[in-house]
């Protein structure tokens, strides 16, 4: 370890994990799962103690999103990258349009389209590090779209389309929920994992649906589709009534959901959450706007996501080379998305990292670069 460029400690961030999902654990959801002992873990799902964290949970994001009258929020087991699975059997009747510009919406797209009871997805796709929105078209009934893609440090609108009748918006907010701001009625599902804003472990799905959504959910399960039991959407949302899963949660990562939501909460909901993130990417963009050898990937400044921030820096510094110095003294996980293949830090920050330990990434940054070039 000789050759790494020792960064003073007064310049490290306290805490220094910065990824983009898996993300930074707050030690107060840690000490929640203490405090949650003996009664909850270990313990039967099908009874109260369990079944109460599950009802704080549902109860808490109808509160942080201030659901309209007759949103759910339903919960399943193998997060976001089973619900498009679940979504593919259970919320498209025929055929989804999907507006993909980076490697999530394109996974979802996929889903869809190789499902054989189902047509041919339609695929809107724009270049890395810009968007593209969806619009109405004839014979689509699921307008699917990321509100953040966490691949490329995009953020989008959630808006309806004008002109889609009864067809469902079907928004991946995995890496936005809880961290960007929503006017929730503008979707009908609205997805995420609790691996990302919520800062707890991946492994579930969470979904905020309309009462559109819900009679679609019922419609297709009466149509006779075969829909395996595990990905049917009916099934978890007759379970989620009830605050269980159809099979086993992991309760440690409902108690450590239930923490963070309890600490967003207190600070003021989502604008307080969502105002953290902002604070803490605007540290970033202005750093890479006044820095000689950064640039920020996104170059449209409304499409910069205020959860992640991909920043490119000139070919003179090596990425690999500063993260490994980083990493070696505890700051961690700002490696660009690996099919993206630029010489990037992507940073996440999501509402638990605190805007300081930014300023101090930041300062390490400086620091090393300084170093390396000379
Ligand atoms: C992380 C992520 C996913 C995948 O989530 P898993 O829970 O690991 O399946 C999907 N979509 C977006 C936008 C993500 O950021």
Known sequence: MTDIIAIPSGLLPRDGRFGSGPSKVSDAQLQALVASQPRVLGTSHRQAPVKDVVRDIRTMLGELYSMPEGYEVILGNGGSTMFWDAAAFSLVRERAQHSAFGEFGSKFAKATDLAPHLGASSLRTAPAGEAVLPEAEDGIDVYAWPHNETSTGVRVPVLRPAGIGDALT????????????????????????????????????????????????????ASGRWIPESLSLKVALDNSRLEQTLNTPAVATLVMMRAQLEWMLAGGG????????????????????????????????DLRSPVVA?????????????????????????????????????VGVYPAVDPEDVESLVRCMDYLVERLLT
């Open 170 to 221: 079907v928004v991946d907010a995995t890496s936005a929920a809880g961290g960007v701001r929503v006017d929730i009625a503008q979707a009908d599902v609205y997805y995420f994992a609790p691996q990302k804003s919520f800062a707890s472990d991946g492994g579930l799905w969470f979904a905020i649906v309309s009462p559109a959504a819900i009679a679609r959910i019922e419609e297709i399960a």
């Open 310 to 346: 991909t920043i490119d820096l000139h070919h003179s510094v090596d990425s690999a080379e500063l993260r490994r110095h980083l990493r070696a003294q505890g700051v961690v996980d700002i490696d660009p998305y690996r099919k993206l293949g630029r010489n990037q830090v992507r």
């Open 270 to 301: 989502l604008e307080f959450a969502a105002a953290r993130s902002e604070r803490s990417s605007g540290i970033l963009y202005d750093w890479a706007g006044r820095t000689g050898w950064t640039e920020t990937f996104v170059t449209n400044p």
